[in-house]
């Protein structure tokens, strides 16, 4: 979704945070722009604001950078100061208003003495520009945005801080803002409150982003702001204060991860080498998480001992997308291994529906990027209800993550791709591994614990030999460009696989595809069935499988072209009259929806790449959604 980037310092250079725009465009967005405080010192003269906005990627603002402003690279260009840069540049991704250059941010206030960017979302906006207009401040656009530049303007009272504390505890709703004003044109001010902010530490410049992922090719050291905080950037000094101008004090944090493998490589797409990843970051999720001695598996992060997971009498797992589906899947872990009640929530419905939350439940937020708008809320609301929080993110530092001070990264390295692929994977895998821990807590033997080790070690193994498949699962996927709707079908432990599958092939490709329990064919979407209507059968080895082939037969009867997914070498699914079979290994009941759901990702990524779609940055989509 939206991204911020900005730059304070005496490089003269935009491409900080030209470079930073692209970096953030992964997360999906519509339009681009940057401003910047354009200082003059004639006698007579004062500093104004230059901005320029575009549709479209951030190629297109580059190039109309060019033409608006010829000289931008030159020390003397009449875009920015010869004497120290100081700019703001944001990718939208429209909500309030289409996506155009008018509602492209950065916006201006009505005296153009201010220039903000802002993710999140204003929720009193309107009144606030009712207000405005009243006042004489006019407006351009239709975004929530626009407001809070004009609100900074009418709370300025000669002092540019002063101005934006009174301005954002005006605010409803969720900003991570970045703010310039030519009253104070070293300074830029940055604000944030349920959207992130990361300030990257250099000597003489700093950089800021809504993700670090801006700022890592040029310092690894950063301060992430924490909500309400506000604090002034310039060049060679930060200084947070919160709304009531307290200072306050953050720590630096280090980014441990290289910008180099944020990088596509020899990959053709960040979603290709992300499933091929797999191997690799499944064994770091894994690595100095289990104890084969003790039968067990170590997640000190989620600070719980032996005694308070003998108290769980519940366990709700609040998220969205690909991470409800690897919620639902660690439904069937926690309550076969643990026997703890587990249900899973929609994490946008988590707030609304007055969920029973005790003392002694567990909220388990996922999210890959630890910055869902919704599943933050749905911490906040289980925090509030008393509840124990913990998050599984990938995203290290994200607000999630800090906001439950407890929890499990995955280690699963900077995930790119739109569509999410390895960390669904890894979110398996540390929930089983949650499991084990509370299994062996609470009722498994020694020896089911040390079995259940053996299987998780083999994991990645088992997923090398899934991509060993690559080439025979693109030869089948080629075989369903054409088709319009796809059905995938399961049980059990691959209900929830079916249903990420079917997430995986429409987010990419743009078939209309669906997920169900295979029960659930008879009780109506069996009326879809039909030549032009393939079904993605889950017939692996597992408990259930018999009742999946009954099922298959339904759809060979009805003449719905069938692939099914099974165990190398089992006889009955050799028998069966289906169009295609996707092979894989012979794993155990815990880790077969592992690797079934890579070799969907597969099939799904070929698919995609068949159509000519635009894989890594499907339309529509944002990496991280981070509005509700
Ligand atoms: O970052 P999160 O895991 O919280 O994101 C949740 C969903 O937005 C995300 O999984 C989305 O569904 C992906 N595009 C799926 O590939």
């Known amino acids: 979704m939206c991204g911020i980037v900005g730059y304070v310092g005496d490089n003269y250079d935009i491409s900080v945070v030209v470079e930073g725009l692209k970096r953030l465009e992964y997360r999906g967005y519509d339009s681009a722009g940057l401003a910047c405080v354009n200082i003059d010192n004639s006698i007579n003269s004062k500093n104004e604001i230059k901005y320029c906005k575009s549709v479209g990627k951030v190629g297109n603002l580059q190039q109309k950078i060019f033409q608006e402003y010829p000289n931008l690279i030159a020390a003397d260009s009449n875009f920015k100061s010869n004497q120290q840069l100081n700019v703001i540049a944001h990718t939208r991704w429209a909500t309030h208003g289409e996506p155009s250059t008018i509602n492209a941010h950065p916006h201006l206030d009505t005296s153009e003495k201010f220039a903000i960017v802002h993710n999140g979302i204003i929720e009193n906006y309107e009144n606030l520009r009712e207000h405005l207009i009243a006042q004489d401040f006019t407006f351009k656009s239709e975004t929530d945005s626009e407001v809070i530049a004009n609100l900074i303007s009418y709370c300025y009272e000669g002092d540019f801080f002063a101005a934006v504390a009174s301005a954002v505890k005006k605010l409803q709703g969720t900003y991570g803002i970045a703010v310039i004003s030519t009253e104070k044109p070293d300074e830029i001010i940055v604000a944030s409150k349920g959207s992130p902010i990361a300030i990257g530490l250099r000597e003489n410049d700093k950089i800021i982003a809504s993700d670090v992922v801006a700022i890592a090719a040029y310092t690894k050291q950063v301060i992430y702001l924490s909500d309400d905080d506000i604090a002034i950037v310039t060049s060679n000094n930060i200084e947070i204060r919160n709304v009531d101008n307290v200072v306050i004090e ?74 409800l589906n690897a919620g639902l899947l660690g439904e069937y872990y926690f309550e076969d291994l643990a026997h703890i009640p587990t249900e899973v929530d929609q994490a946008a419905e988590f707030r609304y529906r007055n969920p029973i939350i005790e003392v002694d439940s567990l909220v388990l937020a996922v999210s890959q990027s630890g910055e869902t708008a919704d599943t933050l809320a749905a911490v906040n609301e289980a925090i509030n209800k008393g509840a124990i929080v913990a998050a599984i993110c990938n995203s ?112 990419i490709s743009y078939i209309h595809a669906e997920g169900y329990h295979a ?14 209507t393939p079904v993605m059968a889950l017939a692996n080895k597992m408990p259930g499988k018999d009742k999946v082939i009954g099922n298959i037969q339904e759809c060979l009867a009805r003449k719905a072209p069938v692939v099914v997914t099974a165990t190398k070498n089992d006889a009955d699914i050799e028998k069966l009259a289906v169009d295609d079979v996707i092979w894989l290994p012979e794993a155990s009941v815990y880790t077969t929806p592992i690797i079934t759901a890579v070799a969907l990702q597969l099939f799904s990524y070929f698919v995609a790449l068949e159509r000519g779609c635009e894989i890594d940055q499907p339309r529509n989509l944002a990496k991280s959604v981070t509005v509700e």
């Open 250 to 323: 953050r720590e630096k944090k280090t980014l441990d991860w290289d910008i180099e493998s944020v990088s596509k490589g020899e990959y053709a797409h960040f979603m290709l080498k992300e499933i091929f990843e797999q191997p690799q970051v499944l064994a770091n999720s894994v690595r100095g998480r289990y104890n084969l001695d003790l039968a067990t598996a170590n997640l000190a992060g989620l600070n719980l001992t032996a005694q308070d997971i003998v108290r769980l009498n519940r366990i709700v797992i609040a998220a969205c997308g690909t991470s």
């Open 519 to 532: 029960a659930e064919l008879k009780h109506g979407p069996i009326a879809l069935l039909c030549e032009d």
């Open 396 to 507: 290290v530092g994200s607000t999630i993550a800090r906001r439950c001070g407890r929890g499990v990264y995955l280690h699963a390295g900077v995930e790119v791709s739109v569509a999410s692929t390895k960390a669904f994977t890894c979110q398996s895998v540390v929930m089983l591994l949650m499991a084990l821990m509370f299994g062996r807590c609470r009722r498994l033997n020694q020896q089911t614990g040390q079995d259940l080790i053996a299987e998780i070690i083999k994991i990645p193994q088992l997923v090398e030999e899934v991509l060993a498949q690559s080439d025979e699962i693109h030869r089948i996927a080629k075989k369903y460009v054409k088709c319009c709707n796809f059905l995938y079908i399961g049980r059990g432990y691959l209900y929830p696989v079916a249903l990420e599958g079917a997430l995986k092939l429409k987010e």
